[in-house]
């Protein structure tokens, strides 16, 4: 009974030791995967932790400034496309030269340069033609034209704002002019020598021009106002643009710069009278 307890208890204790490295090595494998299995929580908790704090602030798109439109100039034509035309009056003239000289000449002198309504012709109620509006505003017309002998000088002087307006103007006036003589005042191919040398030895009943020829005309002694009885503003008629002639910036200026020289200063005396056709 004794030997083979023994026998029993060797063979109980008398492993392989290789086996017994097995063992060991695979309980240390148990529990390095513990560890692993233990570790990569951890390991996944930071990396979630990472992309949960990157999600978390996305970024901020910034919104570009929406630029205002600019509003489109209102073009003269434009404005008077929209009115209904209405005929020139002598309030017209004189708040023009209020309006052009209040912020440079005193109250002394914007009065001096102020005309009373005797200073001007029945105005174009815009159902005149140009030779029906003579007619009327100049019934004696065949004697002043008679009358006028002197050289340099007109009996009737006409402004508007172009060659081509000027050109239509002495057109539309063989009606009423009979068989006086009729002066282009304007530069479109005509020099002003030329002018000057005609208006010295001839003599002409009418001009019809632009306010910057006649002026330059009047500055070089080459056409003298103090015999001429009528000036005729074209102050209705509007070009393609629908401009009038005191709607164009350089024409105005040029026009109140003859008024101003010369013709104010001939109306308040008398001898001259302002017209708006």
Not at 89 to 116: T, W, Y
Not at 177 to 198: P, S, T, W, Y
């Amino acid at each position: 009974m004794d030997l083979k307890n023994s026998n029993k208890t060797s063979y109980f204790f008398s492993l392989d030791p290789s086996e017994d490295e097995d063992v060991e090595k695979a309980s240390d494998n148990r529990t390095a995967t513990h560890k692993d299995s233990d570790s990569k929580p951890a390991v996944m908790k930071k990396r979630k932790q990472l992309t949960e704090c990157f999600l978390s602030q996305p970024e901020v798109k910034r919104e570009t400034p929406v630029k205002a439109k600019k509003r489109k100039k209102k073009k003269i034509s434009d404005i008077l496309e929209k009115s209904t035309p209405k005929p020139g009056v002598p309030a017209d003239v004189q708040n023009l030269l209020s309006q052009h000289f209040g912020e440079s000449r005193s109250v002394i002198e914007i009065e001096e340069l102020k005309l009373s309504d005797s200073c001007f012709l029945p105005a174009n109620d815009l159902t005149h033609s140009f030779s029906s509006y003579l007619k009327e505003i100049c019934p004696k017309w065949a004697k002043l034209r008679k009358n006028h002998k002197e050289k340099k000088s007109v009996v009737m002087l006409v402004i508007c704002s172009s060659a081509l307006r000027s050109l239509e103007l002495i057109k539309s006036v063989t009606a009423f002019k009979g068989d006086c003589r009729v002066l282009k005042l304007f530069a479109k191919h005509i020099k002003i020598k030329e002018q000057l040398n005609m208006l010295e030895k001839g003599v002409f009943h009418i001009g019809v021009g632009t306010p910057g020829r006649v002026k330059a005309l009047v500055e070089q002694d080459g056409l003298c106002l103090d015999s001429t009885k009528y000036m005729i503003l074209d102050w209705n008629w509007r070009d393609q643009k629908l401009r009038r002639m005191m709607d164009i910036p350089e024409i105005k200026k040029e026009t109140i710069d003859l008024l101003e020289m010369s013709i104010i200063k001939l109306c308040r005396e008398g001898s001259l009278k302002l017209g708006l056709f």
